[in-house]
């Protein structure tokens, strides 16, 4: 990892049951190379980890044609608690950097990672974690390839947080923009929404909520790069994290300027969503996902689009849930269950604090 | 900034004297839109970053010959005070990944940042802080392309970490690394060491510790191109943060296995980070620094590698502390100031915590 990165040992020492996170362990002496030696290059090890620089040196595929376009993007993970139903901190922070590179319509190459640990954080907490980020990798066909360890003081964090930031070649010919949105262009949803949220907050002992529930945390970047493969004319995506279905569709139509038209009853809610909403008094429309995205295609496109989502275990459920209108109003308007027509707006605040 | 990034005001919104951050400015609603309409976009607004994807559409530069190879580099940055003499946690966030990636022999071109603020931050820190990472920015000539923001519960942080992760394109044609390093090497160290660890101990108030005494933070990447385009044969480069000149050299003679021997008389050290460091009873060995690094170079070419490092402010003071030795026991030993030969070791624990 960054700054320290000797690899000497052969065999990985084995864990420790009890051990935790000292402050030392971010020093930059002896405790932080045993950390990155025992936990990181054990679980992550590649040429360009194992490389020993500051940073990863990577070639790029050389089936690129002409000078390829790269897409970057991060994000910082401080979800709570850090292990959930579905899910955990690790493969969340994983499989949403990875998705954010898809949603440039980008094929997710290479992974950075930044771990900022508290003080006293069970070290058999952090194998899981990068357990959980490897499988998770391996998953989605990246690699992790240089990383950075911090700790804090007890009671300056909590537990851990995690930033990834990732690389991908973007396979997309045209830009993927709300101003590429058209008049009459199909919104196709990958699945039921409002899983990862709900799922989060069941976990949360204080709420004391029983559920089966699990997030539906999952990289999304097959499914997208098959579409763009395929030649469906692709002009928008966009992963549905915070904020949700809601808040995606708002964003993009204020920045396309058009009519956004959504029909609730096309929006699938499993009905145990449905009801952890209603007694907590949330609207699944804004709740957070981590395997759910919408696409804007053309309207010629759409049937075959959704025929190639559904061949994905990821979204085999994708529907169409509605379409652009003429208006330049910039507006999401929906029509609910009950026939009327309301406008969809941002949450002003804050539904399900740290869900991500 | 990653997961809305929505830019629809022309100006500014005013700066509200006293404003602080709220747990629904990380709600991925209304409040995070206006915190990245009013803080973020307008420090760093430019063509990726406004382009409201998900993550960051990028070109490579069309000079780059052949398929281009890339450097990839991340670090959290945890300091305390954010604000010190010479600095603060924007700055340093800037050039320490630059300088990462200038270590990797390789132009820097973009970044991403990651923020987790703590609830109930003044938003004036906030801005002071990103309008820091602008100038920084500019100093050292990159972008930064996508960002993300999250919002932690108070004393679950600690005012504001930052994660930065860049992307460079490798200018050296031979791999810099450990294993590159050949017994008769030049070691050239870049300035004085001991200031950046020394300011952060000055600027916290609990020691009470007068000085003048400013942190060396500051960018690498041009005297280190100037190297590489010079055709100076350098083999490894190491910047000197965490854990010091010891640590660095220490990493690298493990890494090598080849024995390192450094002149202690050679290493330049401020008087007043020498008395400070006596009071505190720390080596500046092991004391941080944030603009400081050192080049291992082909005997033949050290005096002008020394003359090119010597037009550069950031290096004006360069000069040789060692060479490279034939054994291959991979120790750093050390002539000290009285004369004898000393083994250099790392420092187990934690000299400073939370320096960077």
Chains 1, 2 share one sequence.
Request: charged letters at 20%; glycine letters at 10%.
């Amino acid at each position: 990892m960054s700054d320290a990165t000797v690899f000497e040992t052969t065999c990985p020492v084995p864990r420790v049951p009890g051990a935790r996170v000292l402050l030392a362990h971010g020093g930059g002496g002896r405790l932080t190379q045993r950390l990155i030696e025992d936990v990181f290059l054990p679980a992550f090890g590649n040429p360009a980890l194992l490389a020993r620089h500051d940073g990863a040196v990577l070639d790029l595929p050389a089936a690129a044609p002409g000078s390829p376009r790269l897409a970057m993007s991060t994000d910082s993970y401080v979800v709570q608690p850090l292990f959930f139903p579905g899910g955990d901190i690790g493969r969340l922070a994983v499989f949403g950097t990875v998705n954010d590179l898809a949603m440039c319509g980008a094929r997710p190459l290479w992974l950075s990672a930044g771990f900022i640990l508290e003080e006293g954080l069970q070290l058999d907490d952090l194998h899981r974690v990068v357990d959980s980020m490897r499988a998770a990798a391996q998953v989605a066909g990246v690699l992790l390839v240089t990383g950075d360890t911090k700790v804090v003081d007890r009671g300056k964090g909590d537990g851990i947080f995690l930033n990834t930031a990732g690389i991908g070649v973007v396979e997309a010919t045209e830009p993927l923009c709300p101003a590429a949105v058209r008049p009459g262009d199909r919104i196709l949803l990958s699945g039921d929404v409002g899983r990862h949220g709900i799922a989060i907050l069941a976990a949360r002992e204080s709420l004391g909520f029983e559920s089966e529930l699990e997030s539906d945390c999952a990289p999304l970047s097959e499914p997208v790069l098959d579409l763009i493969r395929e030649g469906v004319r692709v002009h928008c995506l966009r992963d549905l994290t915070r904020g949700g279905l809601g808040a995606a569709l708002v964003e993009i139509a204020e920045a396309s300027r058009l009519r956004l038209m959504l029909d609730e009853r096309a929006v699938p809610v499993r009905s145990d969503v449905t009801a952890a909403c209603e007694i907590l008094g949330l609207d699944p429309l804004y709740v957070a996902n981590e395997g759910r995205f919408v696409a804007f295609v053309d309207a010629e496109d759409a049937e075959r689009a959704l025929a190639i989502l559904r061949r994905h275990v990821v979204s085999r459920n994708a529907c169409r849930i509605g379409s652009v209108g003429e208006a330049t109003d910039g507006l999401v308007t929906m029509q609910t269950r009950l026939g009327s027509t309301r406008v969809v707006d941002l949450p002003s605040g804050e539904q399900l604090p740290r869900i991500c």
